[in-house]
């Protein structure tokens, strides 16, 4: 691994909400969360380190960057890193992510660009110099879709916003954006919000930091491979889908299960690794849903306040 974690995520605690805003500012809809709904979540960086400190500390080594895998029969396989050395495992977990160097020990596919991206910014201080903002997104989390387009934002520790600004464009329409010059940038992503309230788009233009360009990229649906003897993988190197509020959960949930079923089969790593597979090849099939209903596309003609609000009145009855 490179360095230590820091990450970003919602950190709840009590009651949370959920607001639906329209273009305008305006409060369509608020869910209130009162702690019974079972979906806390957590800063990642804070999660990370959680986890680092329960592990010893020889476990993680940092500074090791891989450079590439191959396999040397019998179910093992080589890492190599950046700084010219190597390990030799007889079980590697391919748990790095959408670029994974792992995966292609085990498949050819490639992460493809799916049509949309978000350009991550953070107001900081939002309670005493973005007011604005911070009223319209509230003490939880605030989503303002439309067509093509969205803004959704979140509250994190330290009175600080932290902001998706979602766009459905070909990476060529971002690629002409000089993402290095952060006015500018800001200017030409807020121009394609024109006419919606400044407490929105001040989101954008008055971030605390230069907005970051985030593609998304997804593994063909249904992804599997052919067992090999040794290796598996989880999480985005496994089932890389655009992001819907769930790849974290899944991730873990594969590390959870790989764990669980490694132990129950003590003599039989493969085995073991069989039944995991199974399951997280599965996971590439299943359609993702926002709490029970199929989560609804950027780029659709439905992705309005209106139309997301009929959703979850529908899933409440």
Not at 162 to 171: E, I, M, T
Request: glycine residues 12%; charged residues 20%.
């Amino acid at each position: 691994m490179n360095a230590p974690p820091g990450g970003v995520g919602h950190l709840s605690g009590g009651c949370q909400t959920m607001r639906l805003v329209e273009q305008d500012g305006s409060v369509l809809h608020e869910i209130a969360d009162d702690g019974t709904r079972g979906r806390p979540e957590v800063q990642r960086g804070e999660l990370r380190w959680i986890l680092l400190d329960s592990l010893p500390a020889e476990a993680v080594r940092w500074g090791h960057k891989v450079s590439g895998t191959r396999a040397l029969g019998g179910g093992r396989h080589e890492v190599a890193f950046a700084d010219g050395s190597t390990v030799v495992t007889s079980l590697l977990v391919g748990a790095d992510g959408a670029w994974s160097r792992v995966r292609p020990l085990l498949s050819d596919a490639t992460p493809e660009y799916v049509g949309t991206s978000f350009v991550e910014t953070y107001l900081f201080d939002a309670d005493t110099r973005h007011t604005g903002s911070a009223k319209v997104g509230g003490g939880g989390s605030m989503i303002a879709p439309s067509p093509g387009k969205e803004i959704f934002a979140h509250r994190e520790n330290g009175d600080t916003l932290h902001a998706y600004v979602a766009l459905s464009s070909p990476q060529d329409w971002f690629a002409a954006i000089d993402f290095t010059d952060a006015s500018a940038a800001a200017t030409r992503i807020t121009r394609e919000f024109g006419g919606w309230a400044p407490e929105l788009t001040a989101l954008i233009t008055d971030a605390g930091i230069p907005p970051v360009l985030r593609p998304h990229y997804a593994l063909p649906a249904g992804h599997r491979w052919s067992r090999v003897p040794g290796v598996i993988l989880l999480g985005d190197a496994a089932h890389l889908a655009a992001p819907n509020g769930e790849g974290a959960s899944l991730a873990m949930l594969d590390g959870a299960e790989l764990g669980k079923t490694l132990a129950a089969y003590a003599d039989g790593t493969e085995a073991a690794l069989t039944e995991y597979e199974q399951a997280v090849c599965a996971r590439s099939t299943e359609p993702v849903a926002f709490e029970g209903t199929e989560t609804q596309r950027i780029d659709s003609e439905s992705n309005t306040p209106q139309a997301m609000l009929k959703m979850i009145t529908e899933q409440s009855h």
